[in-house]
Structures are given as C-alpha cells and as structure tokens.
C-alpha cells in the first residue's frame, strides 16, 4: 500500500511515518505541503494522510482539488485537533469520509482506517 502524509509539522509527520512503517507492507512519502505534494505530479497513492491547517491550501482545499482524481478505493484521512462537531460535519458534507483527530490514539486510528477496519475506531469519547 502506498501512502502518502502531507502535513508541516515535520516532527508529527516523522512520527507518524515511523509508526506507520512499522507495516511492511506500507511504502510511504511525505509532504510539507499540499503544494509541493501537487508539484510532484505524483499518481494517486493508495492512501493520503493530510493535516487539516496546512500552509498555503488547507487539507479540505486540497481534498476538493484532487476529489475529481480519487476514485472509491484511495481513502483521503483527513487529520487535526479539531473536536468541533460542526466543523467535522462540514468536512463530512464536503465528502471527507474518514476524520481523525490528533490525540493519543491517532495511529491507531490511522491504522484501523488503513486496514479497512473504520468501525474498531471511535472519533469522539
């Protein structure tokens, strides 16, 4: 599985790279930014991690600029410490289907939607 992570936290980006790569199975690149993940002209990976406050054009703005190349297959994970229930819903509206939140159980989380086991995690307590 490809996976993709775009955020500028470049130490939570490691981190998450790290834990994730513990997976075999996963190869995984990493991006500062939205902009530098569309420069790159890459194909659509498998899977995409994205920050939600990113600098230049933020994680729903990107999601909605590559939405028309995703097909049903490629999960776009849309991450952030936003706990705010209507913000959640405007990304659920816009067609973000997998949200997480980060706290201290993002990568099992990530790794739960990866897998395809989205009902083993829980967004809010």
Not at 20 to 34: D, G, K, Q, W
Not at 62 to 91: A, C, H, M, W
Request: no cysteine; glycine share 4%; hydrophobic share 40%.
């Amino acid at each position: 599985m490809t996976i993709h992570i775009v955020d500028d936290d470049n130490l939570y980006a490691e981190f998450m790279r790290r834990m994730l790569a513990l997976n075999p199975e996963y190869t995984i690149r990493v991006f500062p930014s939205a902009e530098e993940w569309l420069k790159a002209s890459t194909p659509i990976p498998d899977a995409i991690i994205s920050d939600m406050m990113l600098p230049g054009l933020s994680g729903i703005e990107f999601y909605l600029t590559i939405k028309p190349r995703l097909k049903p297959e490629n999960k776009f994970i849309l991450i952030s410490s936003i706990t705010d229930g209507k913000q959640v819903l405007e990304f659920i509206k816009q067609g973000i289907r997998d949200y997480v939140i980060k706290d201290d159980s993002t990568i099992g989380s990530l790794k739960s939607i990866l897998e395809g086991k989205e009902d083993e995690y829980y967004l809010f307590d």
